[in-house]
């Protein structure tokens, strides 16, 4: 049986550091499952200064689409993060909001049916103004909708503000 704790927040709300010290806490060789692609030069950066704060304790592994594959049994699995597992969906499945969200609901059922602890990392989109891209609103939809089907089902869920963890559920 999986246990699940959704971790959200704005960006920068401090999300990933509450996350990686949660894993540490449960385990001292935590899996560090990363979903990000390298969009450019930034985003590089951006992932190697995640990438320099983990240390050697940590198993890192790279799986944008389907983590599923990975055999989870027994382990405490940090998942960094949904927000982009869901953006690259989004546009392998050239914005169709219902075929991301069906498969993203998909591949994460049989990611959790996995007998593991899983932390999951997203993002609080909705919270913010409507954008006047048509692609950021359709995003945005797909998010908000993702986070509520993995927050039904976690046991534990945690909002970051300002870099404090609020208990929303559990």
């Known amino acids: 049986m999986s246990y699940i704790h959704l971790i959200t927040g704005g960006e ?12 540490l806490r449960l385990s ?6 990363a979903t990000a692609r390298v969009w450019d030069e930034e985003f590089r950066q951006r ?3 995640h990438q320099e704060r983990r240390g050697p304790e940590w198993t890192n592994i790279e799986e944008d689409l389907t983590p599923s594959k990975h055999d989870f049994t027994g ?9 982009l597992w869901s953006t690259n969906y989004f ?10 969200l069906e498969a993203l609901q998909t591949e994460f059922d049989r990611l959790v049916s996995q007998d593991a602890t899983f932390i999951f990392v997203t993002n609080e989109l909705g919270m913010g103004g409507t954008s006047s891209s048509r692609t950021q609103r359709l995003f945005t939809q797909l998010q908000g909708w993702m986070n509520q089907y ?13 870099g404090q963890p609020l208990t929303v559920k559990g």
Do not use: W
């Not at 920068?12 to 894993?23: I, M, Y």
């Not at 001292?28 to 499952?33: G, H, Q, R």
């Not at 382990?75 to 927000?83: N, P, Y």
């Not at 993995?150 to 300002?162: E, I």
């Open 12 to 23: 920068r709300s401090g999300k990933s550091t509450f996350a990686e010290a949660e894993a």
């Open 75 to 83: 382990r405490v699995v940090l998942v960094d993060c949904i927000t």
């Open 47 to 49: 992932i190697l200064r």
């Open 91 to 100: 546009f392998d499945l050239e914005q169709d909001v219902d075929r991301a």
């Open 28 to 33: 001292p060789n935590p899996v560090y499952l």
């Open 150 to 162: 993995v927050g039904d089902r976690a046991d534990r869920v945690t909002l970051m503000v300002c």
